[in-house]
């Protein structure tokens, strides 16, 4: 079993910062890309930003110049620095792994897991 748990939401004033972090945790042989994604109240669930195992990242036009992706391969964790915040960026934020586990056959079986989601309010 693989588990995906997001931490450090909350309530925050426009033009202030919040750091999100991604803990992964289980039966983990590797894990490829991360991401961050987020849905907004009557909105559908959008990217927000990725990072490859080898540290490559793309943001979502959005966020660029504001948002920083990174992740600790040694400890299965990806964090989302995020200053600079606006209303519009108020969504549950959710974590998104393709993590790859070894199988009975010690093969390496990929399973495409997601966290729970932790809420980030920006007040105007």
């Known amino acids: 079993q693989v588990q995906l748990v997001e931490s450090g939401g909350g309530l925050v004033q426009a033009g202030g910062s919040l750091r999100l972090s991604c803990a992964a945790s289980?039966?983990?042989?590797?894990?490829?890309?991360m991401g961050w994604y987020r849905q907004a109240p009557g909105k559908q669930r959008e990217p927000v930003a990725h990072i490859t195992a080898g540290g490559r990242t793309n943001y979502t036009d959005s966020v660029k110049g504001r948002f920083t992706i990174s992740r600790d391969n040694a400890k299965n964790t990806m964090y989302l620095q995020m200053n600079s915040l606006k209303p519009e960026d108020t969504s549950v934020y959710y974590c998104?792994?393709?993590?790859?586990?070894?199988?009975?056959?010690?093969?390496?079986?990929?399973?495409?897991?997601w966290g729970q989601g932790t809420q980030v309010t920006v007040s105007s």
């Open positions: 998104n792994a393709d993590v790859g586990v070894i199988g009975p056959s010690a093969d390496i079986r990929w399973y495409d897991t």
């Open positions: 289980g039966s983990i042989f590797t894990i490829n890309t």
